[in-house]
């Protein structure tokens, strides 16, 4: 018998720690559960609890006791300090989202106090439906409706006792949800769904509900385990996609789920076009309001998910901006790891480390860094530039281009490269890296890391695959940047979706796309297309439509691109030297010999523009002074406009006091005219072509107002030092007040140093250029007083 008390003992200890009513019902105001007849201690107004946790699950266990089962509700945030201050935890039956829901009212609601405590301030215990038996708990239950048994250790359990689930800590930690998937829990239960909920929603997949338009839900992250459930009956697995925002409050107002095969960026996708979307209503629910439920592959109906997603917390918001993929390794405790991909071999790790290195002795200005993964320390993404391709961000980091070439094919390699545009229209370095895989967190690693390395310095505008990931880190770490979608992804996506078309509407889809001028004429021929072919249900137009801003040149013309061509393909800065077939032991060599070729085609041009002359094709005074000032191709430009600008006539159409409007139309083309304002008090102007807004040179429609008001001479703020001859030299200036110090001396070091290496590589070619160049530093020298 002192045997059996002992195992008893130990059995309760066992609970006491496991089972979580039995510890809730411990700590209330020294009340034990025998205190209380085995009943246990009902809910009131006043009840403290360490914490919001403890909340909870003493509610649960008043539930399993009386009948019902539980959800967590709305949480409330402190306007100070954006803390949780309250929480509700509600009937499982609250609202009618769900078949299963009758509206009941029942719920308790616990606030924090300013000592940390959580005091139970608000409480209804009616319901509206009837209660028994559904409180009972699935997993591993003791059995009170049973006569006494033996167990294991020879225990005679209490039938009065009432249910309880024995729950392993670690399982508390990482709760499963619907279909495989498994969820974090945050801190204090904030926006956390109870499992029931979960198993509720499970339930409305497996018994028969589809999502349809017009589905409701009261968060986001339901419509999500929803979908995800639904998924697993059916045979695929999901993705979260894009989502919307208000452009009054930044808020989100939809959300989209999407097929893991959506897509052509991984070799595993293959386009496929299922998805749900769901969007906010005033009311502060969801509902699905576009759907596409067809496959374009086999699905594999009860296959488990081997992927999950971290949950969209409910709170108020509609969920996170970004929502990752996750692997799950079970290694017997249940806890979450993840995990990330790295597509770059072991065996270039040495070798770049090596070649940074030695390139560090040479060139103190060069810069590299490495990502490590979080979970095990290895190596991940990786980041270089050199002094030059540093300098170059300083000059011509305005407007820039991620470009992932390596995306399109098989590459050995992910090599990607950040691309600028100098004065002359030259695509110069500012950056590679080697991605390891294609997560936000290697995104946002590697923008931050470039950022770091040009010291601060933003870009304008980007131009970027239009990929989720890639748009998340952007927005993340470049807020204000305009970021366009690669032409290349348009035109993919465009001969993809566009092939049942016909051709009159391919052909008008192109006019349209190309050849409106303005954001409103657009706007207009857009919709007169879309309803001529009868095409407002196309799910891929209206996506494209909802994403105007990124890639229809009607509405990229009001930011900078620096003259990157929006219809064209950018060719990739190393052209054909790096390819998919580019050999470990050839990589470093082939990417010194493309850059030095690149760069001694930037200093062509540099020496062209000091020494050549064009030839000027008219006898405006504007003409000459943009010859004096431009770089040859930037001049070249600028004097067709000029040219350009004799074909066109000009009429006033308005005047109030300084402001005028003019406008200005080709000759024998009515359909082709611009409106053109401009002020007289300080020489203000612009067009509504918006090419000095977009390429920073004058159109040929300012240009002839120019004319016809006798300005002579281009006011300053429309010669970008950017695009003359002496672009490079003069940006230290520029930038005194703008950088720190430190930041200050090294682009001092770095334009110095630029032009020393022009002094010696045009002294050198000759022995009379090189007493010339000498005598010159020597003069150059008195004035410094560091003459020998």
Known sequence: ?????????????????????????????????????????????????DTAEEAREFYNAYAARTGFKVRTGQLYRSRTDGTVSSRRFVCSKEGFQLN???????????????????VLDQIQKEHNHELGGEGSVEETTLRPSRAPAPTKLGVTVNPHRPKMKVVDESDRETRSCPGGFKRFKGGGG????????????????????????????????????????????????????????????????SRRFVCSREGFQHPSRMGCGAYMRIKRQDSGGWIVDRLNKDHNHDLEPGKKNDAGMKKIPDDGTGGLDSVDLIE?????????????????????????????????????????????????????????????????????????????????????????????????????????????????????????????????????????????????????????????????????????NLIPFPSEFKYEYEKCIYQTQTIVEFDSVWSALINKYGLRDDVWLREIYEQRENWVPAYLRASFFAGIPINGTIEPF????????????????????????????????????????????????????????????????????????????????????AISRFLVRKCGNESEKHAVTFSASNLNSSCSCQM?????????????????????????????????????????????????????KALMVWSLREAASKYIEFGTSSLEKYKLAYEIMREGGKKLCWQR
């Open 574 to 657: 190393f052209g054909a030297s790096l390819d998919a077939l580019t050999p470990l032991r050839e990589f470093i060599s082939r990417y010194e010999q493309a850059l030095e070729q690149r760069r001694e085609e930037e200093r062509k041009e540099d020496f062209n523009s000091y020494n050549l002359q064009p030839f000027l094709q008219t006898k405006e005074p504007v003409e000459e002074q943009c010859r004096r000032l431009y770089t040859l191709t930037v001049f070249r430009i600028f004097q067709n406009e000029l040219v350009q600008s004799y074909n066109y006539l000009c009429l006033k159409t308005y005047e109030e006091g």
């Open 100 to 118: 299963s829901r009758t509206g009941c009212t029942a719920f308790i609601r616990v606030q924090r106090r300013d000592t940390g405590k959580w």
């Open 692 to 744: 000095f807004e977009h390429e920073g040179l004058l159109c040929r429609h300012i240009l002839k107002v120019f004319n016809l008001l006798d300005i002579r001479e281009l006011p300053s703020r429309y010669i970008l030092h950017r695009w003359t001859k002496n672009a490079e030299f003069g940006f230290v200036r520029d930038m005194e007040s703008g950088v720190s110090a430190q930041d200050l």
């Open 328 to 496: 799950l390794n079970d290694f017997g405790n249940n806890h979450i790891k993840k995990t990330r991909e790295n597509r770059i071999g072991k065996e270039w790790y040495p070798l770049l480390l090596d070649y940074f290195q030695s390139r560090q002795t040479e060139d103190m200005g060069f810069f590299y860094a490495v990502e490590l993964d979080v979970n095990n320390g290895s190596c991940m993404s990786i980041f270089w530039a050199d002094s030059r391709a540093r300098f170059a961000c300083s000059q011509f980091g305005d407007s820039v281009v991620f470009d992932t070439s390596y995306r399109k094919g098989s590459y050995s390699v992910p090599f990607a490269t950040i691309i600028g545009f100098n004065h002359h229209r030259q695509p110069v370095l500012l950056g590679c890296a080697m991605v390891a895989d294609e997560s936000k967190e290697a995104f946002l690693w590697l923008f931050q890391t470039w950022l770091r390395a040009m010291s601060g310095r933003r870009p304008r505008s980007i131009v970027a695959d239009q990929d989720l990931p890639i748009q998340q880190a952007l927005v993340q770490v470049f807020p204000g940047a305009h970021h366009r979608y690669s032409a290349w992804q348009i035109r993919e996506k465009e001969r993809e």
């Open 190 to 253: 904030e926006g956390e769904v109870s499992d029931d909920h979960h198993q509720t929603q499970q339930a409305k997949a497996v018994t028969g509900t589809e999502p349809y338009a017009g589905l409701e839900f009261g968060s986001a992250n339901e419509a999500c385990q929803f979908y995800q459930a639904y998924a697993e009956v059916v045979g695929f697995r999901v993705r979260i996609g894009q989502l919307f925002r208000s452009k009054v409050d930044g808020s989100i107002t």
């Open 1 to 49: 018998m002192e045997s059996v008390d002992t195992e008893l003992t130990s059995f309760n200890n066992m609970v006491a720690k496991s089972s979580y009513p039995v510890r809730i019902l411990h700590h209330n105001n020294g009340i034990s559960e025998d205190e209380e007849g085995g009943s246990g201690v009902e809910p009131y107004v006043g009840l403290e609890f």
